[in-house]
């Protein structure tokens, strides 16, 4: 399965790279981002069914690194490819630049131990397309609803999305109860770590999915950055979280899972701390100033996403690991999904706001950090929920550990 996602990711990439029109190049990226969605699940079932328990934590310290890196980098990485410009491919430079990527990954593949169940099980085709219907209807209008001033078929979208999933989930129980492989085991989140281990995700991924986005707005827009100069200003914050996610292992030896408490205290903070600094500096160009705060607020989201990944799978059964780490990643889209949407929302209404108490039309730079510190703000707040979410995980994890020692 990790092979088919990298041959295709690879193929369509070269696709959009060749792509004559917008219509090829949306197909492309469609079938390019289906290929990707094939390989993140297997590098943690990898992870989890390769390792010994007690070098997960490393392990996925360094996953966590690896993507706290990459986010940071690759905005720059774009701009650079864009800026050099090679035989003059302008934004197709991104995509072959994807395919050369690609093809390394899969010279490595050989030397990845393969794994898989010892039974063949039939395909649970009806779970597969009744989530992917489900998915689809629920994210699709938090996406473009805002953008298209949410017209009754993306409201009549939306709604009935929530009664596909729960058919979803009806299937599922349904193939589980006749012996069969379900799609996703929806049994999963009878566990209390996996259920709270899924909100944590869900707060933690939201929040930042809307504060990349309203920085985008902020840096490229409100005050002109370009998109290499704003890429720099996002890379100390990528900095934090790398360093956290390495540490991670190590501090969660000490103190066990209570770094995911410490992580979730900074992660708060670090929001309070930027959106203290946007007030202060203003649409002056001083904004390394940000960067103490920027800094906290990637260690806080690195101590929380490294080891959270280990606690929320630990406890999983070896043949359940495949359809947990779907989960999650699946977790990962859609709270990226509704994040944009929520801040969205608030942005908008904020920057029309901000415009009408002067008086204009259009909003204006102080508008823009006006409505950005007002943003970090609200994120501040969400964000604090992680707190008690991460103390209903240390505490759960502490029993399960007394009972371990005491059946010992």
């Known amino acids: 399965m990790l092979l088919i996602g990298v041959a295709g990711f690879t193929l369509f990439s070269l696709f959009c790279g060749l792509a004559t029109s917008v219509d090829i190049l949306t197909v492309a990226r469609i079938f390019q981002g289906l290929s990707a969605a094939l390989i993140s699940p297997q590098v943690l079932s990898l992870i989890q069914v390769n390792y010994p328990p007690e070098k997960r934590g490393a392990i996925f310290g360094w996953y966590g690194a690896t993507q ?50 010892a039974d063949n099980t039939k395909f649970d085709w009806a779970g597969a397309f009744l989530v992917a219907v489900g998915l689809l209807l629920l994210v699709y209008p938090l996406v473009q609803g805002q953008k298209e001033d949410w017209p009754p078929v993306l409201i009549f979208s939306l709604i009935f999305s929530f009664p596909v999933l729960a058919a979803f989930v009806w299937v599922e129980k349904r193939v589980q109860r006749n012996n069969r492989v379900p799609f996703m085991q929806v049994g999963l989140f009878r566990q209390r770590e996996f259920t709270v281990g899924m ?36 890379f100390s914050m990528g900095i934090g979280y790398f360093l956290a996610s390495l540490l991670s292992s190590k501090i969660a030896s000490k ?14 903070s670090g929001y309070m701390l930027l959106a203290f600094f946007v007030t202060m500096t203003g649409t002056s160009a001083a904004i390394v100033q940000w960067i103490p705060a920027l800094v906290v607020l990637g260690i806080g989201q690195g101590f929380i996403a490294a080891p959270l990944t280990n606690i929320v799978l630990t406890k999983i059964r070896k043949s359940d690991v495949g359809s947990a780490s779907g989960i999650l990643m699946t977790g990962f889209q859609i709270s990226y999904a509704i994040g944009i949407s929520l801040i969205g929302i608030v942005w908008l209404n904020g920057l029309s706001y901000h415009a009408n108490m002067i008086g204009t039309q259009q909003a204006s730079a102080q508008n823009y950090i006006d409505t950005f510190s007002l943003c970090l703000y609200l994120l501040a707040v969400y964000t604090t929920f992680l707190i008690p979410l991460a103390h209903v995980l240390v505490k759960n994890t502490r029993t399960k550990t007394a009972q371990s020692v005491s059946d010992i």
């Open 68 to 117: 706290g890196l990459a986010a940071s980098t690759g905005q720059i990485i774009g701009c650079l490819l864009l800026q050099v410009n090679p035989w003059d491919l302008g934004w197709r430079t991104i995509f072959f630049f994807s395919v050369m990527i690609g093809l390394l990954i899969l010279c490595l593949t050989p030397f990845i131990s393969e794994s898989k169940t």
């Open 199 to 234: 909100l944590v995700i869900f707060l933690l991924m939201s929040s930042q999915a809307a504060f990349f986005l309203i920085t985008a707005y902020l840096l490229q827009i409100g005050l002109s950055f370009t998109a290499l100069k704003a890429g720099f200003v996002i």
């Open 255 to 268: 103190i066990g899972p209570h770094v995911l408490t410490m992580g979730s205290i900074l992660t708060a």
